[in-house]
């Protein structure tokens, strides 16, 4: 009980802090209520005014019943324009919370056809992913270094938080398309879990379609921080962490390579080590880089060759508009269960993990591999990033050899990174593609 309180409490400060300017996402309509407390003089605790904050004589809703609505609501299809698609439709339970199929990017939208231009990601191992910074600065070892952009929620950072995040597929004409707060606060209150929802939050919360909408996201950003589901640690890499399993042989062969900087350097942004504080590896620091991901033809948005996917700096986030330097930045995904994945990278380009592996050890020696021609049959290196931003790509191990250079890894140690890779999947997870 003590812990669902200290949740909720958290969550209600969550709420306080939405007015931050550093959040702006034109595409949720999840306005703070207004906030009494801003006036300095009366200094009221943070969450006086949210919607959701202490109502005297009302009993708060505890994080176990918020767990379960956000579960009815995640996999509730008739919370969608097409009445086919929830939030599991594309963000499967057997597959980590992630895609279930090879497509690069999942269908949605009201006749169920849209294409978004980008992959679905998985929702594990999100738990201590914090809003979108510009400076990051560690907390562990050298405070004084500035890591750059990292954090926030989306491929590009740009939602604050899980809560402000569930909102956008709700609503976005290509997930589950309504077409306002009051069309989902509608549906919600016929949902067979109606009631539950009222016993939570209040008799009167479908009176309000804001006040509704806004129970819904609280809902499923707490049951998104369940443990057994979200964050449960049981990969075997997990268990050899604990001094229960060993790894292979050339499982172990992949860690090292993985890990070294000279060679995959995989760990300088895909964390393999415990945190100082003894916290497992989440195998990402969240930090949003620029790789330079081949161009995904077969979408349908890229059949427009002035369309182009800058991450960081848009067109699908736009209070980075102005910051050329961080054109092509997406952020860093996390590797637990990415062999369970069929499409990889923020354009889901390419459907194989030894691909995914292959092209950090030979994008800068064999671009012609990876990148389309042009019409005279030169190869268009970095073929997705417009020219004027390509100083903005990583070059560091295992990039930056010479074009016909020796790569980063041979054939035989892409085999032992992805083997490596498949002792981070879950115990739960049986769908588990065969190597291709
Ligand atoms: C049509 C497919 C689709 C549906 C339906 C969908 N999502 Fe997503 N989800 C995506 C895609 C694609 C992204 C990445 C979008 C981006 O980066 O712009 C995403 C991103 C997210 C993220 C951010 C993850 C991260 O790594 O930052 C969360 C959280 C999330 N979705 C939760 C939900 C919830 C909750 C629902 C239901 C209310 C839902 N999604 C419905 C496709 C979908
Ligand atoms: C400089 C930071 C950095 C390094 C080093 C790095 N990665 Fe990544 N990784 C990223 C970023 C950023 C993305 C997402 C990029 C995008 O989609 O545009 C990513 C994505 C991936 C993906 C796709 C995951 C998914 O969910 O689609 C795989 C697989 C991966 N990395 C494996 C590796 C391996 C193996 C190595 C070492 C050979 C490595 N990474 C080195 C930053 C890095």
Redesign the pocket.
Known sequence: MAVSVLLICCLLAACGRETAPSSPTPATALQPAPVAAASADTAQPAYVGATYAPVPGRTQPSAAQLTEIGRRIFFDSSLSASGKASCASCHDPQHAWGPPNALSVQLGGADGRQEGPR?T?SLRYLQTLTAFTEHHHDNDGDDSIDAGPTGGHMWDGRAGSAHEQAGMPLLSPAEMANVSEGDVAAKLSRAPYADEMRKAFGDDVFDSPKAAFKAAGLALEVFQQSPKDFYPFTSKYDAVLRGQAKLSVAEARGLRL?NDENK???A???ISQRTQDGAFPLFTDFGL?A?A?PRNRTLKANADPQFHDLGLCGPYRTDMKDHPEYCGL????T?RN?AV?QS???NGVFHS?ED??RF?AQRDTSPQRWYARSAKGIVQQYDDLPQQYHANI?T?A?FGQKRGGKPALTEAEIRD?AAFLRTLTDADQKNVPVAR
Request: aromatic share 16%; with cysteine; glycine share 4%.
């Open positions: 992959a990601p993985f995959g350097n995989c300088s942004c895909h880089i790789l991901v997406f952020r860093t995904p590797l990415v994945r990889f990278f923020h993990l995914a592996i950090y990583n560091e295992p990174v």
